[in-house]
């Protein structure tokens, strides 16, 4: 089993990903919480949360992606079962999002990851039992870099869409407009995700 590599005390700056203001971004979500909610370090490990600053206190986040399909793959499709059962879908909310300033990202596609001796096949293709490793590295960004309002790459599982996660400290609910929102029981959001689901053979069960 190869050793997981742990992030350097120091790394060296990101490669920066200038979000422009006014930027559309698609999020799918627990129904329970508003699109531009962040998470407050609660619920399972995801990849690169939750994490913690150096006195303990919790980091928010939230993941969004830049396509409606690449948010419906890295939520309901996440684990790429052939079969999705449709409460699913139906528990969930499909947001589309508006954030009203720039936004400075580290980029952690393939050649951005080389110059810290990761790869992205490690960092962002590996599975749920590296979270624990994965997100050390959400949190040595965080905490090396004062500048840095969250993280973006592209998606594992609908390339060559983005993917990206704020970090809750630094962007906040009021920096972020909901412009819309579907439920899960929305015809045309699960029409949007039987079409996604298409793509790579996915069912969504009734």
């Known amino acids: 089993m190869i050793e997981f590599p742990t992030p350097p005390v120091m790394l060296a700056a990101p490669n920066v990903h200038e979000l422009a203001a006014g930027t559309v971004l698609h999020r799918v979500h627990g129904s329970t919480f508003a699109g531009n909610a962040f998470n407050p370090c609660l619920g399972n490990k995801t990849r690169f949360a939750p994490i913690r600053d150096r006195n303990g206190r919790c980091i928010p986040s ?11 793959y890295e939520t309901v499709f996440h684990d790429q079962r052939l079969t999705v059962p449709r409460w699913q879908l139906e528990c969930r909310r499909h947001s589309t999002l508006l954030h009203r300033r720039s936004l400075r ?3 952690l596609r393939a050649p951005d990851l080389a110059k810290w001796g990761i790869s992205r096949e490690l960092l962002i293709g590996s599975s749920a039992i590296q979270y624990e490793h994965t997100a050390l590295w959400a ?3 965080h905490s090396q870099f004062n500048d840095i309002h969250g ?5 594992n599982l609908c390339d060559p869409d983005d993917a ?21 029981t ?21």
Do not use: C, H
């Open 105 to 107: 990202l580290a980029r």
């Open 164 to 184: 990206l996660l704020l970090f809750g400290d630094r962007v906040g609910a009021e920096d972020i407009e909901i412009v819309a929102a579907r439920e899960g």
């Open 62 to 72: 939230l993941y969004a992606a830049g396509t409606v399909e690449a948010a419906i």
């Open 151 to 155: 993280l973006i790459w592209t998606s």
């Open 139 to 141: 949190k040595a960004i």
């Open 186 to 206: 929305d015809g045309s959001f699960l029409r949007d995700a039987r079409n996604a689901g298409k793509r790579a053979g996915i069912q969504i069960a009734l």
